[in-house]
T-cell receptor
Framework: ETGVTQTPRHLVMGMTNKKSLKCEQH?????MYWYKQSAKKPLELMFV???????ENNSVPSRFSPECPNSSHLFLHLHTLQPEDSALYLC??????????????FGAGTRLSVL | GQQVMQIPQYQHVQEGEDFTTYCNSS?????IQWYKQRPGGHPVFLIQ?????EVKKQKRLTFQFGEAKKNSSLHITATQTTDVGTYFC????????FGKGTRLHILP
């Protein structure tokens, strides 16, 4: 148990569906992250939030919409996804976004399949 | 932009043999982190190296940070089946960047 909980663990959705991924961290960290992991690009950083503010958007398509209501919760809203978006989506948290305090604590991930 | 390159991409070793993965950065790093991801699992933090030339050990794992702080290595002595997985290095400065990882397969 890493202190970072992701739900759901598995998700199958059609291209016209809207769904959301949820992440919660119980570590008292200030930064949260979304990563995409696929066979082609092993660990691809998508978004970074620090103290609820988005500090990084790594050229992610607008069909992925993150939300960070507080430092403990992070959502990824999905709509009109493509089959190539099928991947493992990992959430992580860290004490800080820089320096020696950005050690990443990952959740177990959501395995997403887009049909 | 900053890049973190890892080699090899895959490594097959006989159980009991040694294994090494290398990580190289295009820029000087303030520190480097190593993670392990078991098959079907998620990345788990192993260690952070900060000082130039630093060497740290965790049982059969030896981690090194280069003198110029632009490269690092992870060496596993006498591999066991529990070592199977993908090993990632990450070179954070103002933003964290992961290498593509080295996938280790152990042949019994």
């Amino acid at each position: 148990e890493t202190g970072v909980t992701q739900t759901p663990r598995h998700l199958v959705m059609g291209m016209t569906n809207k769904k959301s991924l949820k992440c919660e961290q119980h570590l008292g960290h200030n930064a949260m992250y979304w990563y995409k992991q696929s066979a082609k690009k092993p660990l691809e950083l998508m978004f970074v939030y620090n103290f609820k503010e988005q500090t990084e958007n790594n050229s992610v398509p607008s069909r992925f919409s993150p939300e960070c209501p507080n430092s403990s919760h992070l959502f990824l809203h999905l709509h009109t996804l493509q089959p190539e978006d099928s991947a493992l989506y990992l959430c992580a948290s860290s004490q800080s976004t820089s320096g020696l305090k950005n050690i990443q604590y990952f959740g177990a991930g959501t395995r997403l399949s887009v049909l | 932009g900053q890049q973190v390159m890892q080699i090899p991409q895959y490594q097959h070793v006989q159980e009991g043999e040694d294994f090494t993965t290398y990580c190289n950065s295009s820029t000087t790093l303030s520190n480097i982190q190593w993670y392990k991801q078991r098959p079907g699992g998620h990345p788990v933090f192993l260690i952070q190296l900060v000082k130039s030339g630093e060497v740290k050990k965790q049982k059969r794992l030896t981690f090194q940070f280069g003198e110029a702080k632009k490269n690092s290595s992870l060496h596993i002595t006498a591999t066991q089946t529990t070592d199977v997985g993908t090993y990632f290095c990450a070179g954070p400065d103002d933003k964290i960047i992961f290498g593509k990882g080295t996938r280790l397969h152990i042949l019994p």
